[in-house]
């Protein structure tokens, strides 16, 4: 499904957010507060929004490629 949508972000459990990683997607916990939240209440949206605005800018993200990526530039070569 990664492959097929190329999702910007990922909302994911606490194991899941490897597998994310591992494709080049940034993934944002939603059950566990060991980085950030609280989510309750309004400056819990508050916490959340900055916290997804930090996932989907964070320049490391431009330093992966995910592999459906790389699967194009290895399939448009030419191989003489």
């Given amino acids: 499904l990664v ?3 190329k999702p910007d972000l990922i909302f994911s459990g606490v194991r899941d957010k490897y597998i994310a990683h591992k494709l080049g997607v940034a993934s944002k916990q939603l059950h ?10 309004y400056s819990g949206a508050i916490n959340f929004a900055r916290d997804v ?5 964070t320049p490391a993200w431009k330093l992966i490629t995910p592999p459906w990526e790389k699967e194009k530039s290895q399939g448009s070569e030419s191989h003489a």
């Fill in 32 to 41: 566990s507060y060991d980085y950030a939240g609280p989510y309750a209440g």
């Fill in 53 to 57: 605005a930090n996932a989907l800018s």
């Fill in 3 to 5: 492959a097929k949508y």
